[in-house]
């Protein structure tokens, strides 16, 4: 980090959890802003796999077998 984030991350967390948490919000909404190349870039890709799914190249999976894939189970040690 540069030397005026430093000094930004070390005043932040001396605020209360409260304003902690509404200056990260703040600053991951900062981050979402709309960006027309990045859309369009993630519409060609979803064109590309449906029409790859038509052609029979990729097939479709249940969504609670992706959703298992990424699940963390708690098993003892």
Known sequence: MNPTAETLSAQAVRL?????????ERILDSLDEPDASLDALWAKEADDRLAAYRR????????SDVIAKYQVTNKPA
């Open 16 to 24: 209360p959890p409260d304003e902690r948490m509404a200056l990260v």
């Open 56 to 63: 029979g190249e990729i097939r479709a999976l249940a969504l």
